[in-house]
């Protein structure tokens, strides 16, 4: 018997089904993600680079997704917000370790106009919404005291009637140039398919790559 057909008799393999556009396939995994995953399939690792060249890493949560892109809000005073609006390119990755499936994606980053920003802040819980006001992301903390004297200002100052977008809060979105989907197989023999564009004008062209 042949060594793939040993292999596939010891374990299911579900191979990646290709398909012409690439954000069908993202919308029927992230799916299947959503009804698998015990908790925020909608995390995500995003890479972004510094201004001496040196990455960094952290998760943030996925908030919307379409053509234009994949977007996601922060602190623009944040690092990330200043290292995005100073290089705007970055990297995302999707791991969901219930479907032992991975989507790596890289692109150009553009800002989310004012509207969609607000329309966004608006459905966050007020706690949130206060938050995003007293919290100076990534700058040190002198104590969890302050943090909590500052929540209690801005809930104080914010009362009564909605709380407004703070101005430095907004939202990014990554307009991929690249996607590749992994799919997990026995023996660490991985099924992986890359679609990759010059840019967003630009038609996907496809191609699998060696685990």
Not at 24 to 34: D, Q, R, T
Not at 133 to 140: I, N, V, Y
């Amino acid at each position: 018997m042949p060594v793939v057909e040993r292999l596939a008799a010891l374990h299911i393999v579900v191979m990646i089904r290709e398909t012409a556009d690439p954000l069908s396939l993202f919308a029927e995994w992230y799916a299947e993600a959503e009804k698998s995953e015990p908790n925020d399939p909608s995390a995500l690792a995003l890479a972004t680079v510094g201004p001496d060249g040196m990455p960094s890493n952290r998760m943030v949560l996925l908030k919307g997704y379409d053509t234009a892109g994949f977007v996601f809000y922060t602190n623009y005073e944040s690092r990330k917000g200043r290292q995005l609006v100073t290089h705007p390119k970055a990297a995302m990755l999707f791991h969901w370790k219930s479907l032992r499936r991975q989507i790596r994606l890289e692109g150009p980053v553009s800002q989310t106009t004012a509207e969609e920003a607000d329309a966004y802040f608006a459905t966050r819980a007020r706690g949130s919404q206060i938050g995003a006001w007293a919290s100076e992301q990534s700058r040190p903390l002198e104590s969890r005291f302050a943090l909590e004297k500052r929540v209690a200002e801005f809930g104080a100052k914010h009362l009564i009637g909605s709380v407004p977008r703070p101005p430095h809060w907004s939202g990014f979105r990554l307009e991929p140039v690249l996607i590749e989907f992994w799919q997990d197989q026995p023996f660490r023999l991985h099924d992986r398919l890359e679609y990759r564009r010059t840019d967003a004008a630009s038609p996907w062209s496809t191609r699998t790559l060696y685990p």
